[in-house]
């Protein structure tokens, strides 16, 4: 892309889109999660409160789902650009899969969780699950019985805002890649970004929602479009 012999510092937003073709399911698309589930049942603080086990069986088939998954072509270019990058570098996923780890990738944040973790509803631990949580196992940590999944349910805070805006003040290049561009307050990143003089592109399927504010946009699967992408600034 242009003017990239100027970019050092680097912040990347992930979404679904990227993770789509490794067989993890979408939840705004057509056929997605939320066409299947209604998420006021199971993916809300209320819905915990409510029926506790229906959330936890939820998200434990969520959980089970990955153990067959793999990292595809746009994690692992991901993971590429990550060990090659020499300036600044940070992938933000509001993805909970672990797909960007097993594809390389050592500078991520979790903006919304992640299925192989539990937190302690007591205690406030976190504590790598891979198992159950439907049958109530106890905290590790304090013997409650108090775990539930250490994800962003639907009204609460996504986590490490403070360190994504931190990233953002310092990036020269913001990249969305597989993003609807419709769910806050990832949505409003490309305007902060843009605001705060960095580039943008956009890497998607489609146009998503937010397309108009990117000053630059490639569109087609992400097992294509990212790789190219990577090689270009790579220089290969």
Known sequence: MAGMKDIRNIVILTGAGVSA???????RTAGGLWERYDPEEVATAQAFARDPGKLLRFYDMRRGSLDDKQPNAAHKALGKLDAEWQGEFLIVTQNVDNLHELGGAQRVLHMHGEHNSALCTSCESRTLWRGS????????SCGDRALRPDVVLFGEMPYHMDRIHAALR????????GTSGAVYPAAGFVRDAREL???TLELNLDPSDGSHWFGDARHGPATEVVPHWVEEMLGE
């Open 21 to 27: 073709e490794s067989g993890i399911d979408t939840f």
């Open 133 to 140: 949580l439907a049958d109530r196992p106890p905290c590790p």
């Open 170 to 177: 310092g990036a020269d290049l913001f990249v969305s890649i």
């Open 197 to 199: 003089g960095a580039k």
